[in-house]
Every structure is written in structure tokens, then in C-alpha cells.
């Protein structure tokens, strides 16, 4: 049985991979795992990341560190489920250093639209607490969302017009 990952399990899960990654690896923490070192939630139901570049030595130990580590461990980011904003690498903070591998955190503006458009309880909660410690500014969020407007329609489970509506009541 996988546990809930608090603070602690995200930083042992990036020191295992800064033992097993190549030097120069970059580890992108998204949604949770972003959340719980932020200090907005106590836990995360998983932890969902993105390697660059992949290495086939780190996709080949993950399934083993889920089990060592009892993590669920994702490969998802908002990229996934949204288009990918312009300059979302020069945006991603650097949070710490672990072995080979540099930790970041996935562009916040990223992660907030997609906490806005997926709008769970969870997810408003967060983009409060980002927008409450000045981590994203209401207007460079409306900015980055009207550049991937146009690119919406290739993900048809997303409606533009609703998640318009809903980016407009997260930040009043």
C-alpha cells in the first residue's frame, strides 16, 4: 500500500533519483508535490514529476523506488492536459540540489491554469496560496492564458469559454 507523501517522502524520492540519475538531470515537481514543500498542504496523493532529459537508467528504477519509497509517482504535467505555455523553463524555480539532479518547480503559471481549469477544492486552494505569496500575478496569468487560448481546441475535454469563466472567479 502507497502512502500519502508529505515534505520528507518528496525530498527522499529526489535524493534516490539524484543517486540514479545522469549529472545534469532537471526533476520538475508539479501540483502536490509542489503544494506539501510549499507548506499549503500537509500531503499529496502522489507525486507527479517531469524528467529532462528522460533516461532510460531512471525510467527503469522509478517502479522500484514506488515500492521502496510505498510513492505513487506520476509523469504528468500541465502540458498534458493544456496546451504548453511560452517560457514555462525560464519561469520553473529552482528549489534545491540533490546528488546529480537539480529539483525545480514546474512553472507555477502552469500549474495554476491547470489547477483552475481541473478546479477541485484542492486545486482552488493552491491558486490561492500562490496568489496570496505574490507567485503569480493575476495580470501575467490572464496574459499567459490568452497566449494559449487560440490552441485550446486541441484538447476537446477543455472549454475555452468555461475555463475563461473560471481563470475570471479564481482571481477575483
Known amino acids: 500500500m502507497r502512502e500519502l507523501a508529505d515534505a520528507g517522502r518528496v525530498r527522499r ?9 545522469p549529472r ?3 526533476v520538475y515537481l508539479v501540483g502536490g508535490a509542489t503544494a506539501v514543500l510549499e507548506g499549503w498542504r500537509e500531503s499529496t496523493v502522489d507525486v507527479d514529476l517531469k524528467i ?3 533516461s532510460e537508467q531512471v525510467m527503469r528504477a522509478i517502479p522500484g ?25 525560464e519561469r520553473s524555480r529552482f528549489r534545491f540540489r540533490s546528488g546529480n539532479v537539480e529539483v525545480l518547480d514546474y512553472d507555477l503559471y502552469a500549474q495554476a491554469l491547470a489547477k483552475v481549469e481541473r478546479g477541485f ?7 490561492d496560496a500562490m496568489l496570496n505569496a505574490g507567485l503569480v500575478e493575476p495580470a501575467r496569468l490572464r496574459e499567459l492564458f490568452a ?4 490552441e485550446l481546441f ?14 475570471e472567479r479564481a482571481l477575483r
Open 121 to 127: 477544492d484542492t486545486d482552488r486552494g493552491d491558486v
Open 52 to 54: 529532462e532529459p528522460e
Open 13 to 21: 524520492l529526489a535524493a534516490e533519483l539524484g543517486r540514479i540519475a
Open 24 to 26: 545534469g538531470t532537471r
Open 147 to 150: 497566449a494559449i487560448e487560440p
Open 154 to 167: 486541441r484538447f476537446p475535454a477543455i472549454d475555452p469559454d468555461a475555463f475563461r469563466e473560471k481563470l
Open 65 to 89: 523506488l514506488k515500492e521502496r519509497l510505498a510513492t505513487n509517482i506520476e509523469f504528468a504535467t500541465p502540458a498534458d492536459f493544456m496546451p504548453e505555455l511560452p517560457g514555462w523553463r
